[in-house]
């Protein structure tokens, strides 16, 4: 299905180059929001192996999120869902944001792909979204996405009740729990 709806979208945009017209900003910007709302789609209705369900592979993911905040970047918000990730990042220089989905990305996979007792296995799909965050409201749409992604796909009621997200909260059992 995404490979699908890659094909799909560059068709629209070969298109465009072959007519010698290419699309314009608010166009790109359509055919963007077009393509991300149906991959977001599909993934939130938990399509694909879901290999991130599994209690140790959603750690180390998380695990690896989180390993080098502060230093090498600044991580504002994350989630890992059961098949993606969700990540709003700040590079620290001299890093970029490709060296740190390298990173990432190449970790996990290798490690990933030993527990699973597999090898020359992808484990990551090759593209990733990135968007370039404009202005504090940017920020704090992202951010807020990112922590909402396991609500909207039905997994949880709260953000703060998935574990494998920087809105998680370990639930205090209080008297009114015993209840």
């Keep these: 299905m995404i490979e699908r709806l890659k ?9 465009a180059l072959t007519a010698k017209r290419p699309l314009t900003w608010p166009e ?26 599994r209690r140790d592979l959603a750690e180390l993911v998380a695990n690896a999120l989180r390993y080098f905040e502060g230093q090498r970047y600044e991580l504002r918000s994350w989630v890992v ?3 993606h990730v969700h990540a709003v990042v700040g590079p620290k220089p001299p890093q970029t944001l490709t060296k ?5 990305k190449s970790f996990t996979a ?19 979204y990135d968007h370039l965050v404009r ?3 940017d920020l704090a749409r992202c951010c807020e996405y990112t ?11 709260r953000p703060e ?6 809105a998680f909260r370990a639930h205090d059992f209080t008297q009114q729990d015993a209840a």
């Excluded at 094909?7 to 298109?15: A, M």
């Excluded at 359509?30 to 209705?45: E, I, N, Q």
């Excluded at 527990?115 to 990733?128: D, M």
Aim: glycine share 4%; net charge negative.
């Design 81 to 83: 869902m059961p098949n």
């Design 110 to 128: 290798s490690e990933a792909n030993k527990i699973l007792k597999r090898a020359n296995r992808h484990f990551w799909q090759t593209e990733s």
């Design 147 to 157: 922590t909402r992604n396991p609500v909207s796909a039905r997994l949880c009621e």
């Design 135 to 137: 202005d504090d409201a």
């Design 100 to 104: 740190i989905l390298h990173s990432w």
């Design 28 to 53: 790109q910007e359509g055919l963007f929001r077009w393509y991300s709302a149906r991959v977001d789609a599909y993934l939130d209705a938990g399509h694909g192996e879901c290999l991130l369900k």
């Design 7 to 15: 094909r799909e979208r560059d068709t629209i945009l070969q298109q």
């Design 161 to 166: 009740d998935w574990e494998w997200s920087s």
